[in-house]
């Protein structure tokens, strides 16, 4: 065989592309959907959460964009997210949490595979 790889290695490569993935994710969601978000939601007059100081409203605003379960929680206002929303703004949620689910995964296989 040319090139061999152990399950190991793989999965450290893996785990680190999807951490690149994810923060990359995490930027691209913040910077342009949460951007419009917190605009949009400021000209209906509902101010950001006073609670939120360390953007846990990131992962609740794209929870409550791509579920209609999530966007019941009385943290956010998550149905008048759903309605503001563009559609790339659910793209991007959809791809922070599948970036941030791929990597938790193969960190997590990495962690419990065991050494050759």
């Given amino acids: 065989m040319l090139f061999s790889l ?7 490569i893996l785990t680190v592309l999807f951490l690149v993935s994810w923060g990359l994710a995490t930027l691209l969601f913040g910077r342009i959907s949460l951007k419009y978000l917190d605009s949009a939601l400021a000209k209906l007059g509902i101010a950001p959460p006073l609670w939120d100081g360390i953007g846990i409203r990131l992962n609740l605003c794209s929870f409550a964009l791509i579920s209609s379960w ?8 998550g149905e008048v997210i759903r309605q503001v929303a563009r559609p790339k703004d659910g793209y991007l949620a959809l791809f922070y949490n599948i970036s941030a689910w791929l990597f938790f995964i193969c960190a997590l296989c990495f962690y419990l595979v065991p050494d050759a």
């Fill in 6 to 12: 152990a399950l190991k290695d793989a999965l450290a």
């Fill in 70 to 77: 999530f966007a019941r929680s009385p943290l956010i206002p």
